[in-house]
């Protein structure tokens, strides 16, 4: 479906959509952004994958990027709070080096991997570039990211901490750096809103979900274009 398709089904979407939704969509889409993403390493906790969706919801990252290597994502529901319908979820899981995998992919879209660790020598929220595109990359609270997603990042972020505890639970870790850094994009001249045919993709995208049986109207607007 080329983008003046993609155009005319999401006009003929608006149809059936209310006035309070439309204007809702328009509020949400401004602030959604893809300079930051967040990749994360094989969660296994429903609870925590969860909470990091809501966290993406709220601060306005629209895509979220998971490894299944050797943990299932699962979301809790009563968690996410219906999160995940205004997301992006792109999964890796059909290869052995499923990190490398999502790495290059990042990489070839101009991301930056940037791996979450305690190290000290590591940038803070506070003092990481955020001229070029940034995918933070987040493990499990067992055993933190694994040996290749360490060693094949190309910058490292630390959370500063101060008591006795290692480190902070995956969606406080989450939460703590994407609202740090997606306050930092708003309050910068970095160009880091969607574009045009990004914001026509996922308001088409909503759409869908929002409308009952979209799948029948769709096949219904095809069938008259084409007649």
């Known amino acids: 479906m080329d983008i003046n398709q993609k155009k005319a089904l999401l006009n003929f979407f608006q149809e059936f ?8 969509f328009k509020q949400v889409l401004q602030q959604r952004t893809r300079h930051i993403t967040i990749l994360l390493e094989d969660i296994y ?25 050797r943990n299932e994502y699962n979301v809790n529901p009563d968690v ?12 890796y899981n059909q290869k052995e080096h499923n990190t490398l995998n999502a790495y290059n992919k990042l990489r070839k879209r101009g991301y930056r991997i940037v791996a979450t660790t305690p190290n000290k ?3 803070t929220p506070e003092t990481i570039p955020l001229e070029g595109k ?11 990211l694994t040996d290749e997603a360490m060693d094949h990042a190309d910058e490292y972020l630390r959370i500063p901490m101060y008591g006795f505890t290692e480190s902070f639970n ?21 160009s880091w809103q969607l574009d045009s045919d990004e914001r026509t993709d996922i308001l088409l995208e909503w ?21």
Do not use: M
Request: charged share 20%.
């Open 170 to 190: 995956i969606s406080v870790s989450a939460a703590l750096v994407l609202y740090a850094l997606t306050s930092r994009l708003r309050n910068s001249e970095i």
């Open 17 to 24: 959509i209310t006035p309070e939704r439309k204007k809702l």
């Open 80 to 91: 996410a709070l219906g999160s995940s319908k205004w997301l992006n979820l792109v999964k």
């Open 121 to 123: 020598n590591a940038y």
């Open 45 to 69: 906790q429903p609870h925590n994958a969860s909470a990091v969706l809501r966290t993406c919801d709220l601060t306005g990252v629209q895509d979220v990027h998971i490894i299944e290597t």
């Open 207 to 227: 759409s869908r979900r929002s409308i009952k049986k979209s799948d029948a109207l769709e096949r219904q607007f095809f069938r008259s274009l084409n007649s």
């Open 134 to 144: 940034v995918a933070l990359v987040f493990g499990t609270e067992l055993n933190g």
